[in-house]
């Protein structure tokens, strides 16, 4: 069995790598660490932190991220996933319910690592991830009205229809220069797309757009009117206490991390193809939860995979874990000599960016396509999209991965019943030509598992009756789960009662051995326990 912690990077630096390789990963990771910027400044201010916040995520996150991850180019750091969780957990629980709510999901991400979880994350159905993220896209979208607008308001309700009903109120105080200034951000990240992705636009329209507002004297809030200087150093932060109701912070701390988890891996999933590469899930797990573990540390706030600057990492040349690391350490000596630019940056243009990242991250093609898929998938995207906007994400995730799970259910029992035959007949025998009246034989045909199970003991006791001895075949039973066994005893010791002789034959080793380490012999004579189907024949016509 392969070990569950094998980063990456440990691999390529064993393996060596050429000068020539190294300044493409030095310049792939400027270029990232650039891009980043108004990103992580953006998202930590939706979250409804101070932006230094989510710049100090990416630099420490980013770091860990690459150096121990199982991906060679997954870039980490704060995500517009994250959003509207994050701005959640900071009007319930504050700060330091953050804090501890970050620290224990990464505990649970390193759990998942370590247990080999990272296969059974891939699982988690499309239509549940295009559900929620288009549902956060929408939330995203709609936090950023105010500051799109330059709304005077006090403070943006939580609740969705709340917001609406409040800008409806707030209309009449809309500032045209904040409108402009959205607008104009909104164009240049257009614009300078269509000749290259590799241009950061965004941050090129926050330069512009600090600079336009400095020169004008544009009467719009700013970083700095907001939330003071920002900090040109990283200091070390813990909370003073536990909180009293740490044990409420589990669903979200597990909701995060199932979020963390899954967004990772998909980015590390999409990267896998860009590159032709492989990445290791488990690892890329326990990265990301020592990530998550370090950060709060630092006043750091969830990171997970970035799909968008893992594909700029790959785009501008990043091939190995050297340019996310080149990436972080960019955003670090931004942060250490050019931090106090940033309360220059004006909330409408970091609003505008959001604005673009809420439709990139709506998936409308996606959210389309899933709506004329199967009933299934159509119930889990509703319900999943209109939980997270009118509720709660981590309500939203948790109803999502339960419902899935009883639709799967409900689909493998489906699936289970047609294969089921309920009558089998004498030419399934062979070499016999007919069988005596009182001789039934029945075989079941796939696994005996939950979805099943209740339907084929029906069968087995309806055919069972109709004679005094009954010969069930095993062999294409695969696998039998608990409730398969349950329902096997009961019918057995329903046919036991009727003085009914039961056969049993062609079970492979482990579903025999299944049986037998749950008293298979007390219900069934040994001898009538057979490998081969010529043998139970046998019994019966020598009798």
């Known amino acids: 069995m392969t070990d569950p912690f094998s980063p990456k990077l440990f691999t390529i630096l064993k393996d060596g790598i050429t000068a020539r390789q190294v300044t493409s990963e030095v310049i792939s990771g400027v270029v990232v660490g650039i891009i980043a910027l108004p990103l992580s400044i953006a998202f930590a201010t939706a979250s409804g932190v101070a932006p230094s916040q989510g710049i100090i995520t990416a630099i ?10 199982g991906s060679r180019v997954q870039i980490g ?21 953050l804090f501890w709510s970050t620290v224990m999901a ?29 549902g956060i896209a929408v939330i995203i979208f709609f936090t950023q009205i105010k500051d799109a607008l330059g709304l005077e308001m006090a403070q943006v309700p939580a609740g969705f229809l709340d917001k609406l009903f409040s800008y409806g109120e707030h209309i009449v105080t809309i500032k045209v220069s904040a409108l402009v200034i959205t ?40 970083i700095g009117t907001l939330y003071g200087t920002i900090p040109t150093s990283i200091e070390f932060y813990l909370p003073s206490r536990l909180p009293t109701d740490i044990l ?3 669903g979200p701390a597990l909701s995060i991390a199932l979020l963390g988890g899954i967004e990772s891996l998909l980015s590390a999933s999409v990267a896998d193809g860009m590159i032709s590469g492989h990445h290791r899930s488990n690892t890329e797990l326990i990265a990301q939860g020592i990530a998550n573990i370090a950060t709060p540390f630092f006043g750091g706030i969830p990171a997970t995979g970035a799909i968008a600057r893992t594909a700029a990492n790959v785009k ?29 940056i004006p909330m409408a243009s970091l609003a505008g960016i959001l604005l673009v990242v809420a439709y990139n991250m709506s998936e409308y093609t996606s959210f389309l396509s899933v709506l004329k898929g199967n009933s299934h998938d159509r119930l889990i995207l509703l319900t999943t999209f209109l939980l997270t906007i009118f509720f709660d994400l981590v309500v939203a995730i948790q109803v999502g991965v339960v419902l899935s799970s009883f639709l799967f259910m409900k689909r493998m029992s489906d699936i289970a019943e047609k294969r089921i ?45 109709k004679g005094s001895v009954l010969i069930i075949r095993f062999r294409h039973v695969d696998f039998i789960d608990r409730t398969g066994m349950n329902h096997l005893f009961d019918t057995l010791k329903y046919l036991k009662r009727r003085k009914i002789t039961v056969i049993l034959t062609g079970m492979n080793t482990e579903v025999r051995e299944k049986l037998e380490n749950h008293d298979l012999y007390a219900l069934c004579d040994r001898q009538n326990v057979v490998n081969l189907f010529s043998e139970a024949l046998e019994r019966f016509l020598h009798q």
């Open 183 to 222: 607008i104009e951000t909104i164009g240049i990240i257009i614009i300078l797309k269509r000749f290259s992705e590799r241009i950061p636009g965004a941050l090129i329209a926050l330069i512009l757009m600090s600079l336009q507002t400095l020169l004008f004297k544009l009467p719009v809030e700013t």
């Open 421 to 465: 035959e309920p009558v089998i007949d004498t030419d399934l025998i062979e070499n016999y030509e007919s069988l005596p009246d009182h001789v039934s034989v029945f075989e079941i045909s796939g696994p005996l598992f939950f979805a099943s199970a209740h339907r084929y003991s029906e069968l087995i006791r309806e055919r069972g009756e």
């Open 60 to 69: 420490i996150a980013g770091f860990l991220i690459s150096a121990l991850g």
């Open 77 to 97: 750091g704060p995500t517009g996933a994250f959003v509207v969780m994050i701005f959640s957990i900071v009007q319930r629980y504050g700060i330091d319910g």
């Open 248 to 250: 409420q912070l589990l």
């Open 316 to 344: 501008n040349g990043g091939r190995t874990p050297i340019s996310g690391i080149v990436h972080s350490l960019t955003l670090l000596a931004i942060m250490l000599f050019l931090g106090r630019f940033v309360i220059h």
């Open 106 to 134: 990464g505990l649970f991400l390193v759990i998942f690592g370590a247990l080999r979880f990272g296969t059974f994350l891939k699982y988690i159905p499309y239509s549940l991830v295009v559900g929620f993220t288009s």
